[in-house]
């Protein structure tokens, strides 16, 4: 079992910024992936950035230059720096963890990038 807890949700300004973490516990040795997921009001969650275990990142199309995914050496938490906030990334934002078999949750964090 993997747990993870999001943070770093909140209100923000048009143009402004926000670093998400997201804290893994349990069987993190058993994680490849780790990731952000978005989902908007009325919309399909969909992907923000994945980061795997070698290191290597993966940004959705529309994400990239603006959002950037890292973690810490222990590989315990990943972050998602989110910058020029526009009120279209305004959405519930999850955390994910994939091994050989699961993809895990977090409960989410809420971002709202008023106008």
């Known amino acids: 079992q993997v747990q993870l807890v999001e943070s770093g949700g909140g209100l923000v300004q048009a143009g402004g910024s926000l670093r998400l973490s997201c804290a893994a516990s349990g069987s993190i040795f058993s994680i490849n992936t780790m990731g952000w997921y978005r989902q908007a009001p009325g919309k399909q969650r969909e992907l923000v950035a994945t980061?795997?275990?070698?290191?290597?990142?993966n940004y959705a199309d529309s994400k990239k230059g603006r959002f950037t995914i890292s973690r810490d050496n222990a590989k315990t938490t990943v972050y998602l720096q989110m910058y020029s906030l526009k009120p279209e990334d305004t959405a519930v934002y999850y955390c994910?963890?994939?091994?050989?078999?699961?993809?895990?949750w977090g409960q989410g964090t809420r971002v709202t990038v008023s106008s």
């Open positions: 980061i795997t275990s070698g290191g290597s990142t």
């Open positions: 994910n963890a994939k091994n050989a078999f699961y993809d895990y």
